[in-house]
């Protein structure tokens, strides 16, 4: 083979080479070319796939709300016809007022016609037998005879303005009570409640008994000497005990016997329960139980008499004790009940009689 034909050779050899080189490089574009379609045709499935995904989530929440604007709906139209109810209601309750205000008024229109013809004296007899009423109620619910009196007064000064012989007789019962009201006297309950208060805070002030004693010779007597016996310290104690209770009894001069001697926290037990027994004292008189004001203030002084020295405060307290004792708290009061009784028959028959002339002028 000469030169020249292995130089025409060597060109024919490396054309193949070259479309080798070609068809590979066309080949990876080609799968770069499929993988990026299939990269969009996945990413296009997936955007797809999260589009159905959010429809559905959108579906969801508008049917939600679809359910919700329900429910509001029916639960306004619950409420308005609730209101529609209510006010019906109280519609028909207004009326119904309105009706019974019409027929009061009618009724009252009718009371003043009918009393149109009632003269200044009926007024008058009506007031008159009111304040009866009310002094009747003074003297059996309160005891209270001062107020009930004014009262009897005033409706004796009514009926004396009347003016009418008819009268006579009942204001005749009514001066009699009257009389009987006075000569039982006025209880002054405001003062007796202030003296009992004034009692009240002079306890504190009033000494008790004090042991025989002083607890200094106590404390003398209990030093023992160093040398003593079994059967002296026995003998000294015996003693010792014996003064000691001895100290806790006192003798008056008119040779009563007290109790023994109380110790500081029974004597504050026992100021309190004075003060106590004389509030009930207070409570009694206020509610007209003369027993109870009665015993309180005895309990008082027994307990005065027993447990406290009986100096110059002691002695004026027990005297006042004793002064309001004395005094009247719950007596035997009269009523009006028989002059009440005369003037509701005379209003009756004046009444009867009233009538009868409208009758015969019919």
């Known amino acids: 083979m000469t030169d020249s034909d292995t130089s025409i050779q060597q060109p024919i050899n490396s054309a193949p080479v070259q479309t080798k080189k070609y068809t590979g490089s066309f080949a990876l574009l080609w799968l770069f070319v499929l993988l990026i379609v299939a990269a969009i045709v996945y990413g296009a499935l997936f955007v797809l796939k999260q589009s159905e995904v ?9 049917s939600q709300i679809e359910q919700q604007a329900q429910a509001l709906e029916t639960r306004q139209q619950l409420l308005e016809d609730n209101l529609d109810k209510e006010f019906v209601e109280q519609q028909a ?8 205000l019409a027929e009061q008024v009618d009724s009252n229109n009718a009371r003043l016609l009918s009393l149109s013809s009632v003269n200044r004296d009926e007024w008058k007899l009506q007031e008159a037998q009111y304040l009866l009423r009310l002094a009747d109620q003074r003297i059996l619910l309160e005891k209270d005879s001062q107020n009930a009196l004014s009262l009897a007064i005033s409706a004796d000064d009514v009926l004396r ?11 005749k019962l009514l001066a009699e009570e009257i009389a009987v009201l006075k000569l039982a006297g006025v209880i002054d309950r405001e003062g007796i409640y202030l003296r009992l208060s004034a009692l009240s805070n002079q306890i504190d002030a009033i000494p008790f008994i004090e042991p025989l004693g002083t607890q200094e010779e106590v404390l003398e007597e209990d030093v023992a ?16 005990l014996m003064h000691k209770l001895g100290s806790y009894v006192r003798v008056r001069d008119h040779g009563k016997t007290i109790n ?13 329960n004075l003060r106590l027994m004389l509030e009930q004292a ?3 008189l206020l509610r007209n139980e003369e027993s109870i004001y009665q015993e309180s203030l005895v309990k008082a002084q027994n307990w005065i008499n027993q447990y406290y020295s009986l100096n110059e405060k002691a002695a004026a307290v027990l005297e006042e004790l004793q002064a309001l004792q004395q005094e009247e708290v719950s007596p035997d009061l009269t009523n009006f009940s028989n002059s009440s009784a005369a003037l509701a028959d005379y209003i009756a028959k004046r009444e009867k009689m009233a009538a009868a002339r409208r009758g015969v002028r019919q």
């Open 225 to 240: 000497p160093a040398d003593e016996t079994f059967k002296q310290k026995l003998t000294r104690n015996f003693y010792a």
């Open 161 to 171: 303005d009347i003016d009418q012989a008819d009268l006579v007789g009942v204001r």
């Open 93 to 100: 309750s207004i009326q119904t007022n309105l009706n019974d």
């Open 282 to 284: 207070q409570v009694a």
């Open 260 to 272: 023994a001697v109380l110790p500081p926290s029974e004597q504050k037990y026992l100021q309190q």
């Open 54 to 62: 959010q429809k559905d989530v959108i579906d969801n929440l508008r």
